[in-house]
């Protein structure tokens, strides 16, 4: 149980272009979902945190109109970076809760995004 | 504020020899703390979990126990294998956070057969 899906798990754009990933709970609703940027052989680094049917809370330094979130339903988050430049490529990774107060992050296995 | 340090890697062994990752943690309160691991290309998965002081959490042959009085939680395994290999990150989550997970830096580990 508690598996979270993320699509897709490599986007390769051009410069200016947007890009959608999508974060899905497949078998649990969550009600809390991270959305974490990682650079190579470093730490996580908390971009934002999406409750459902609520705006998202950006970290500090994190443009929220750079990165968009809408947290549509209790199973779907998507992150759209917007008009992406080449210091946009990292590796995006998101997280959810469960309903049950057990405050487990579960994770999806990341998207690559290459910014051309 | 909250806080986790873990060692600075690349850690490197071989193959059964024993794998101890230093984790210390600073933070009001009584926090959870997680042990997950990340292989390449892959997001992170949870290892283990302890909630309260002294608990042990363990999973697939790692323990970690969580110290109070020491304020850590090490990762401990009696013999590594070669599919050990990964970056582990330490983890709390404070009572005063809104869910938010605090990470230290990540300790790779390598498994040589």
């Known amino acids: 149980g508690a598996v979270v899906s993320q699509h897709p798990s490599w986007v390769i754009c051009k410069s200016g272009t947007s890009v959608k990933i999508e974060c899905r709970s497949l078998?649990?609703?969550?009600?809390?979902m991270f959305w974490y940027r990682q650079f190579p052989k470093q730490s996580l680094m908390l971009m934002a945190t999406?409750?459902?049917?609520?705006?998202?809370?950006?970290e500090q330094g994190v443009e929220k109109d750079k990165f968009l979130i809408n947290h549509a339903s209790l199973t779907l988050s998507t992150l759209t970076v917007t008009s992406a430049h080449p210091e946009d490529s990292s590796f995006y990774i998101c997280?959810?809760?469960?309903?049950?107060?057990?405050?487990?992050?579960?994770f999806g296995a990341g998207t690559r995004l290459s910014v051309l | 504020g909250n806080s986790v340090t873990q060692m600075e890697g690349p850690v490197t062994l071989s193959e059964e020899a024993f794998l101890t990752i230093n984790c210390t943690y600073t933070?009001?309160?009584?926090?959870?703390l997680f042990w997950y691991v990340q292989y390449p290309g892959e997001g992170l998965q949870l290892l283990l979990k302890?909630?309260?002081?002294?608990d042990k959490g363990s999973n697939k042959g790692f323990e970690a126990t969580y110290r109070k009085e020491t304020t850590s939680f090490h990762l401990e395994k009696g013999s590594v294998q070669v599919s050990d290999s990964a970056v582990y990150f330490c983890?709390?989550?404070?009572?005063?956070?809104?869910?938010?997970?605090?990470f230290g830096q990540g300790t790779t580990l390598q498994v040589k057969p």
């Open positions: 997280s959810a809760i469960t309903r049950t107060g057990e405050n487990i992050q579960y």
């Open positions: 078998d649990f609703q969550a009600t809390t």
């Open positions: 999406s409750n459902e049917g609520s705006k998202a809370t950006h």
């Open positions: 933070a009001t309160g009584y926090p959870s």
């Open positions: 302890a909630t309260k002081a002294d």
């Open positions: 983890a709390l989550y404070g009572s005063s956070n809104t869910g938010k997970l605090i």
